[in-house]
């Protein structure tokens, strides 16, 4: 079955960096693109990065862009996330994402908070 494994998350001053991981198996991850997606409290779901599946094209939400770099490598089934100069607005609970036959796949999140 389709498994998403973050990890990364913690606690970062503002200003600060922090780099997340996701763990995929039970599909072809090569041939797949994948996301990252994030909600705070009281908030919708956004999403923050994807990037296709060969790593060719990526793309951003405009609150995280210059800031956030989404990689991935296909030989570890492994996409992440870089996130420079964090903001107390970057706290969230933050998901990786992939969608196959129609079908949204969750991992079960990595808490970032951003905080003096």
């Known amino acids: 079955q389709v498994q998403l494994v973050e990890s990364g998350g913690g606690l970062v001053q503002p200003g600060g960096s922090l780099r997340l991981s996701c763990a995929a198996s039970g599909f072809t991850f090569s041939s797949s693109a994948m996301g990252w997606y994030r909600q705070a409290p009281g908030k919708e779901r956004e999403k923050v990065a994807t990037?296709?599946?060969?790593?060719?094209?990526?793309s951003y939400a405009d609150s995280v862009k210059g800031r956030f770099t989404i990689s991935r490598d296909n030989a570890k089934n492994t996409v992440s996330l870089q996130m420079n100069s964090l903001t107390p607005e970057d706290t969230a609970v933050y998901y990786c994402?992939?969608?196959?036959?129609?079908?949204?796949?969750w991992g079960q999140g990595t808490q970032v908070t951003v905080s003096s």
């Open positions: 990037i296709t599946s060969t790593g060719g094209s990526t």
């Open positions: 994402n992939t969608r196959l036959l129609l079908r949204n796949y």
